[in-house]
């Protein structure tokens, strides 16, 4: 019969790796066996992924234990002390093997989360005074914000405060209503954002929207709002349907997303839409992506130029 004091505990998330000898006679509190406590990649993977050798031996795991397992390939050893599993991404990869967490563009993109369209390089928060490690082929952009950066990511809250840093205004815009259209930030941590950020930008929390349904979208909105022009979003119109923006009562604003408005049969409702609402005394202004973001002028231009229209003919 076997000894059940030799039994493996098989309780929480890690319950096949943990192993505690229970003592018998009156109760004391279990004796872990260093060794045999976690399996070193399902420790890692349960830290994020990534692993300072010291912080692992904290839970017991010895440096004799870690090559072990460097050797058999079941971990990889990233630079001297850090460890990460096989299969993290190359980006959280290259912030820990660059000495910090990953942050700003990078992090909110691994969350689905809409960032201005740029390069993609690795941005990595080192803390206030972090020390760069060199490494194969690094493109990193290290940010020295305050605070102690440790292994892994940051949290998508520290992440948009730190993007307002490298990017400004419109960038984190963007970025702070797609977090929050994907629920991805609660009240409480939006007023958290709001609090680190300068407090001449604290307006943009304020404008924020919950229902953006695009980075273009957030784009317009703060570039109008400028402009002292407020938008209505996601209007419903008799005979047109749900439109993307209304200015006062008679202009409407659509914008095209990437992909969003392909095909002959896309293109005929939307005439189709344009006929119904002309009918109806609205004028229709649409714009794509690439004028949005990269021929701004011309847009501004024709907004003005409609409203003008408009008032001149009320
Ligand atoms: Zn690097
Ligand atoms: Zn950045």
Redesign the pocket.
């Known amino acids: 019969m076997a000894d059940v004091s030799d039994s493996p505990c098989t309780s929480g998330t890690m319950q096949e790796s943990i192993h505690i000898r229970m003592l018998r006679g009156p109760w004391r509190a279990p004796v872990l066996h260093p060794e045999r406590v976690f399996k070193p990649a399902a420790l890692i993977t349960h830290l994020g992924g990534v692993a300072r050798g010291t912080q692992l031996q904290q839970f017991g795991v010895s440096r004799t234990t870690l090559s072990r397992e460097v050797a058999a390939g079941r971990i990889d050893r990233l630079r001297s002390g850090v460890f990460a599993v096989p299969g993290l991404s190359e980006d959280l990869r290259?912030?820990a093997?660059?000495?910090g967490q990953l942050t700003c563009t990078s992090l909110l993109r691994q969350h689905g989360i809409w960032v201005l369209p740029q390069a993609t390089e690795?941005h990595?928060w080192m803390g206030t005074k972090g020390r760069?490690?060199?490494?194969p082929?690094?493109?990193?952009v290290?940010h020295f914000y305050r605070g102690k950066a440790e292994m892994g990511s940051v949290s998508i809250e520290r992440a948009l405060v730190h993007l307002y840093r490298c990017q400004g205004d419109e960038a984190f815009f963007a970025s702070f209503e797609s977090a929050w259209k994907l629920r991805l930030l609660s009240a409480a941590g939006r007023s958290r954002i709001r609090a680190s950020l300068p407090k001449y930008a604290r307006w943009l929390v304020d404008l924020a929207r919950a229902d953006a349904d695009s980075g273009l979208e957030s784009l317009l909105r703060r570039r109008l709002h400028i402009l002292g022009i407020a938008l209505n979003c996601q209007v419903r119109i008799t005979a047109v349907g749900r439109v993307d923006f209304l200015i006062g009562n008679r202009l409407i604003l659509e914008i095209d997303g990437k992909g969003n408005h392909e095909g002959v049969a896309m293109r005929h409702k939307d005439l189709v839409r344009d006929a119904a609402a002309s009918h109806l005394g609205y004028e229709t202004l649409r714009f794509d992506y690439a004028q949005v973001i990269h021929d701004w002028p011309t847009v501004q231009a024709a907004i003005i130029g409609a409203l003008r229209r408009l008032r001149d003919y009320a």
Do not use: K, M, T
């Open positions: 290259s912030a093997a660059h000495g690795p990595v760069e490690h060199s490494h082929d690094c493109v990193c290290s």
